[in-house]
């Protein structure tokens, strides 16, 4: 069974930092994209950050660059995401999901952790 969990979600003042975890499980990732993907309330999920699990190639939204850090361990099948200087505006569930291409449609992700919460106070 092909399984993502995420981990390391809480609330942070801003400013601060969290990192996220997204261990994978049930089949090899080597050929995959793992994407952070966030949803606020009412609104829509979107990329935050991505990276081939082979090739590395980090792509990050304009909204967190210089601020997240995405990251993979592989020994641990495991992709992490550092997010430092915190804004209320980060506030949201975080997703990793896995897909063949970088795309940023969520629809195109094969497969989906059950989310974590982020909470940035001001």
């Known amino acids: 069974q092909v399984q993502l969990v995420e981990s390391g979600g809480g609330l942070v003042q801003g400013g601060g930092s969290l990192r996220l975890s997204c261990a994978a499980s049930?089949?090899?990732?080597?050929?995959?994209?793992i994407g952070w993907f966030r949803q606020a309330p009412g609104k829509e999920r979107n990329l935050v950050a991505a990276?081939?699990?082979?090739?590395?190639?980090?792509y990050y939204a304009d909204s967190v660059k210089g601020r997240f850090t995405i990251s993979r361990e592989s020994a641990k099948n495991t992709v992490y995401l550092q997010m430092n200087s915190l804004k209320p505006e980060d506030t949201a569930v975080y997703y990793c999901?896995?897909?063949?291409?970088?795309?940023?449609?969520?629809?195109?992700?094969?497969?989906w952790g059950q989310g974590t919460q982020v909470t940035v106070s001001s």
């Open positions: 999901a896995a897909g063949r291409w970088l795309v940023r449609s969520p629809s195109e992700y094969d497969y």
């Open positions: 049930g089949r090899t990732f080597n050929d995959y994209y």
């Open positions: 990276s081939h699990w082979d090739s590395g190639s980090p």
